[in-house]
C-alpha cells in the first residue's frame, strides 16, 4: 500500500474498500494516506493506471468523504462525483480537512445536504467500508456537507497542568492520586493533553489502576458504532464514566472467563471437551477428524478449519466466512461445514464464528441467556450492575455479538484478572484457569498485528519496551481501540476506549509513550 508521510512514520495510514449501497456502482478502492495533518487526494484511472495529485489540504486527523465536490472546489476533478464515479475504478484519498474551501460542497443537492457534515473526528457513515479484521462493516453518508465549509482547526482546550484525582463514587474502587501510588505525573499530563488535542485521534476514555486504586480518568468526545442506527452510528457523544461503551473484541476475553466459571461450576467438563459435543446434530461419520477439535481451539483460534475472514473484504459476501457465517440459515451447519485444513491447535487463524460458537456452547451447556449468565456469575460478584450484551436469535442458534460497559468496570475486570481472579476475598475465577487463559497457546508473532507475540484463550500477549526494561502486557483487544491491558510486574490496569476505526495501534502507542513510562518511575 502506497503511503505519504512527512517524517516516514506512516501513523494514519489505513486501506478502506468503498461500495455504493444504493446504486450499482462499480466497488471503488480507497486508501488513506497522510501522518498529522498533511492530507492529498489522488486517483488512478482505469485506462492508464498512474496516480495524478490533487489537491492538498491541513486539518484533523480523520478520513472524510465528499463525493459532491464541484469543478471550482476541486478544478482537477480529483475526486469524482456520484455520476461518474462508475466510469473510474479506483479513487485515492488523503482527506483530513479542517481548513475545507468554502464552496466545497455548493455542488451537493438539497437531499445531500440533509446531514450536517461531522465534526472533525468522525467518519462520515453511510457508506459501506470494509475492515478486513473481524469483517467489520461501517457506512459512511454520501455527503456530509452544509455548505458553510470550516474556516481552520477548532481551538484547543488549555493545557492541563496537574492530574485531577478521580471522583470516589459508590461503585466500589479506591481512589488515589499518582504520587500515592508512585507514578510520575508528567507523563500522564502529556498523555490527557495529547488525548485533548487529538494527537492520538478519538481517544473516547483512559483508566488507569495502580495497585489497586483508581488513579487517572480521562473522558473525550466523538461517536460510537450503534447497530441499531440507520448509519450504524449514533449521535456525538460527550463521554464520561456513566456513560456504556461498546467493547468490539474485548467481549471475547469475558466469553472466555465465562468458559473457566462454567467449567468450576460442573457445567462444562473442561476446555478439552469435544466441540462435537454440544453440536451433535452435526457429527458427520465421514468426516471424524472434525471429533479433534476441542472447546480451547475455538477460543485459541487453532480450530484449523479453512477460514477465510482477516484477508478478505467484507464486500465479499461470497467468500467472507464471517459473513456467510452470521448469514447461514444454521451457523453452527456452516461452521462445522468447513473443510480441516490444519490439525487442531496447530495454526493460529483470526475466526469471530469461534467465539460466537462459544457463546452457543455456553448457552446449551448453561441452559440460560449468555447475558444472564455472566451477570449471575461475573458482573454482579463485581458489583457491575450497568451492562449490556448482545445476542441475536438466529434459528437454532444465538449470535453472539458486543458487550456494552463503563471504562470504570472494564477496569474492574481488567483488576480481576491480574489478581488471579480474586476480589473482595471471594476466588471469582479459578486462579489456574486465569494462569491457562493468560499464558501464550500459540504464536501470532506472524501476523504482525499490533506488535503481539502470542495468544492465549481470547487474551493477546505482548512484550512492550520502556528505556530498555521490557514489560509484559496481556490485552484484550477490540476494533477501534477498545483495550483492557494487565501489566503484572507493575500492578496496572490500562482501559482505553476509542473511535478510532482507521488507527489500528494508537491505542498502544499512548501507553507506551506515556503511561508505562509514568509506572516505572
Not at 510520575?184 to 488525548?195: E, L, M, S, V
Not at 475486570?413 to 471469582?428: A, C, E, K, P, Y
Amino acid at each position: 500500500m502506497e503511503c505519504f508521510s512527512p517524517d516516514d512514520s506512516y501513523r494514519g495510514c489505513g486501506r478502506l474498500a468503498l461500495q455504493d449501497r444504493f446504486a450499482d456502482y462499480r466497488t471503488a478502492g480507497f486508501r488513506v494516506h497522510g501522518h498529522s495533518d498533511l492530507v492529498r487526494v489522488s486517483r488512478v484511472s482505469t485506462a492508464s493506471g498512474k496516480s495524478r495529485v490533487g489537491k492538498t489540504h491541513r486539518g484533523t486527523r480523520s478520513p472524510f468523504l465528499f463525493d459532491c465536490w464541484q469543478a471550482a472546489a476541486d478544478p482537477k476533478r480529483t475526486l469524482l462525483n456520484k455520476e461518474t464515479l462508475a466510469e473510474r475504478k479506483y479513487l485515492y484519498l488523503l482527506v483530513q480537512p479542517s481548513v475545507i474551501p468554502p464552496n466545497l460542497f455548493s455542488g451537493c443537492n438539497a437531499s445531500q445536504r440533509e446531514n450536517e457534515m461531522l465534526a472533525p473526528g468522525y467518519l462520515n457513515p453511510s457508506r459501506l467500508i470494509t475492515f478486513s479484521f473481524c469483517a467489520f462493516l461501517m457506512f459512511l453518508q454520501a455527503c456530509g456537507g452544509s455548505g458553510a465549509g470550516n474556516s481552520g482547526r477548532a481551538p484547543e482546550p488549555p493545557p492541563l497542568q496537574s492530574v485531577p484525582v478521580p471522583a470516589q463514587t459508590e461503585d466500589g474502587w479506591e481512589v488515589a492520586s499518582l504520587a500515592e501510588v508512585g507514578m510520575r505525573t508528567q507523563p500522564i499530563i502529556d498523555a490527557i493533553n495529547a488525548i485533548r488535542r487529538g494527537d492520538y485521534n478519538e481517544i473516547h476514555g483512559l483508566i488507569i489502576v495502580k495497585n489497586g486504586r483508581l488513579v487517572v480518568e480521562e473522558y473525550g468526545s466523538g461517536r460510537m458504532y450503534d447497530s441499531s442506527s440507520p448509519t450504524n452510528f449514533g449521535p456525538a457523544i460527550n463521554f464520561d464514566r456513566n456513560q456504556l461503551h461498546i467493547l468490539h473484541s474485548v467481549s471475547k476475553s469475558f466469553m472466555s472467563t465465562l468458559v473457566g466459571i462454567a467449567i468450576r461450576e460442573g457445567y462444562i467438563t473442561s476446555e478439552d471437551e469435544p466441540l462435537l459435543t454440544y453440536f451433535p446434530e452435526h457429527f458427520n461419520p465421514a468426516q471424524p477428524e472434525k471429533g479433534a477439535i476441542l472447546l480451547k481451539h475455538l477460543m485459541t483460534m487453532t480450530s484449523g478449519l479453512e477460514w477465510n475472514e482477516w484477508d478478505i473484504s467484507a464486500f465479499d459476501f461470497q467468500n467472507n466466512d464471517a459473513i456467510r457465517y452470521q448469514n447461514a440459515a444454521d451457523p453452527s451447519a456452516y461452521f462445522l461445514g468447513k473443510n480441516l485444513i490444519h490439525e487442531p491447535g496447530t495454526s493460529f487463524y483470526y475466526n469471530t464464528a469461534g467465539f460466537q460458537m462459544m457463546g452457543e456452547v455456553l448457552r446449551r451447556a448453561t441452559g440460560m441467556p449468555l447475558d444472564q449468565f455472566a451477570e449471575q456469575q461475573l458482573f454482579s460478584l463485581l458489583g457491575i450492575s450497568d451492562f449490556r450484551w448482545q445476542q441475536f436469535d438466529h434459528g437454532p442458534v444465538y449470535i453472539v455479538g458486543d458487550i456494552f460497559l463503563r471504562p470504570r468496570d472494564m477496569a474492574k475486570f481488567g483488576q480481576l484478572v491480574l489478581q488471579r481472579g480474586l476480589w473482595n476475598g471471594r476466588q471469582i475465577i479459578p486462579a489456574t484457569w486465569v494462569e491457562d487463559a493468560t499464558a501464550s497457546f500459540i504464536s501470532v508473532a506472524h501476523t504482525g498485528y499490533k506488535g503481539y507475540q502470542g495468544y492465549g484463550y481470547h487474551w493477546w500477549l505482548k512484550t512492550f519496551s520502556v528505556d530498555g526494561q521490557s514489560i509484559e502486557g496481556i490485552v484484550a483487544d477490540g476494533l477501534a481501540g477498545q483495550a483492557i491491558m494487565i501489566f503484572p510486574s507493575l500492578d496496572l490496569v490500562v482501559v482505553v476506549t476509542g473511535g478510532n476505526y482507521e488507527h489500528a495501534e494508537l491505542e498502544h502507542d499512548l501507553v507506551a509513550n506515556h503511561v508505562l513510562p509514568s509506572a516505572v518511575g
